[in-house]
């Protein structure tokens, strides 16, 4: 059974960088039949994309993220991470990672497989 | 971006009732090569993440009991559950992967028992 388990820092200060890396148990990251990418939601909100990556090191972020989002993959430890940078109250939120589903979509198409998610709070 | 829009909100239905959630999106997400809709259908309960019910618009996820169901074609979507379990009480987002990067959600729906 797949399973994805977030972990990072669950409190980060405004305008450093906020850091999370997935470990993805039960299958293989290094599979051309899926995506890998972070998902988040503030508390009582909806869903926001953030970004995803593929086996081979190809990145898709969230336009309205901008240039502050850097996804990387690491096959050899099956995981992979996400770095938001300069970061405010603004992102607090539940960060999940996720399988994402191919189906021949840039980024991937549909999460599948999610882990439970990380509450990361930004507040000095 | 696609735009998502639920409505309503939020609904309450009755226990073994129908409940109907619809799903707008901007502009279409039927690809007309494959005639498919690139349209997901999820499920959140409290403290859980989100769990994908339905995609293709109409395909149920392995598992997912066969009251719900998914209709609908390019901007018009609608996830349906026939006879509403208790169980059944969460959040519903919609969600588009037409037009990648970003996929995009709907604001939510939230579900409960009258």
């Known amino acids: 059974q797949l399973q994805l388990q977030e972990s990072g820092p669950g409190l980060v200060k405004p305008s450093e960088t906020l850091s999370l890396t997935c470990n993805v148990s039960?299958?293989?990251?290094?599979?051309?039949?899926?995506?890998w990418g972070w998902i988040r939601q503030p508390p009582g909100k909806g869903l926001e994309w953030i970004g995803s990556?593929?086996?081979?090191?190809?990145?898709y972020h969230n336009p309205s993220l901008k240039s502050r989002v850097t996804t990387s993959v690491d096959t050899s430890k099956n995981q992979f991470s996400l770095k938001l940078t300069s970061v405010t109250a603004a992102d607090t939120a539940v960060y999940y990672c996720?399988?994402?589903?191919?189906?021949?979509?840039?980024?991937?198409?549909?999460?599948?497989?999610w882990g439970q998610g990380t509450l990361v709070t930004v507040s000095s | 971006d696609i735009v998502m829009t639920q409505s309503p909100d939020s609904l309450a239905v009755s226990l073994g009732e129908r409940a109907t959630i619809n799903c707008k999106s901007s502009?279409?997400?039927?690809?007309?090569?494959?005639?498919?809709?690139?349209l997901a259908w999820y499920q959140q309960k409290p403290g859980q993440p989100p769990k994908l019910l339905i995609y293709?618009?109409?395909t149920r996820e392995s598992g997912v009991p066969d009251r719900f169901s998914g209709s609908g074609s390019g901007t018009d979507f609608t996830l349906t559950i026939s006879s509403l379990q208790a169980e059944d009480v969460a959040v519903y987002y919609c969600?588009?992967?037409?037009?990648?990067?970003?996929?995009?959600f709907g604001q939510g729906t939230r579900l409960e028992i009258k």
């Open positions: 990556i593929y086996y081979s090191g190809s990145t």
């Open positions: 996720a399988r994402h589903s191919n189906y021949g979509r840039p980024g991937g198409a549909t999460p599948d497989y």
């Open positions: 502009q279409s997400v039927l690809y007309n090569s494959n005639n498919k809709n690139y």
């Open positions: 293709w618009a109409s």
């Open positions: 969600q588009q992967y037409y037009s990648t990067p970003p996929i995009t």
């Open positions: 039960g299958g293989s990251i290094s599979s051309n039949s899926y995506y």
